[in-house]
Nanobody
Framework: QVQLVESGGGLVQAGGSLRLSCAASGSRFNINTMAWYRQAPGKQREWVASITSRGSTEYADSVKGRFSISRDNAKNTVYLQMNSLKPEDSAVYYC????????WGQGTQVTVSS
């Protein structure tokens, strides 16, 4: 069983920045891909960005050029640096990790005021 704990959410003005962190623990297997998803009120959860254990990254078009995902394999931690935030980025952000199964964190709220 893998436990994921997110942190770093909060309230920020449009144009500002936030850095989310997600620490994984309890995995008996190597954690392969780690990713961030988000879910705004009344909308489906959507994929934001992902990173493999080798550091290959992918981004949703809506965040490309503004968000950056990175990870520290030694700490089993993934980060999401969010710059130039927009009100439409407001959502609960969830961390996901794949280690012989898919695991989710509890989510952290990001609110961007206009």
């Amino acid at each position: 069983q893998v436990q994921l704990v997110e942190s770093g959410g909060g309230l920020v003005q449009a144009g500002g920045s936030l850095r989310l962190s997600c620490a994984a623990s309890g995995s008996r297997f190597n954690i392969n891909t780690m990713a961030w998803y988000r879910q705004a009120p009344g909308k489906q959860r959507e994929w934001v960005a992902s990173i493999t254990s080798r550091g290959s990254t992918e981004y949703a078009d809506s965040v490309k050029g503004r968000f950056s995902i990175s990870r520290d394999n030694a700490k089993n931690t993934v980060y999401l640096q969010m710059n130039s935030l927009k009100p439409e980025d407001s959502a609960v952000y969830y961390c996901n990790a794949f280690a012989m199964g898919s695991y989710w964190g509890q989510g952290t709220q990001v609110t961007v005021s206009s």
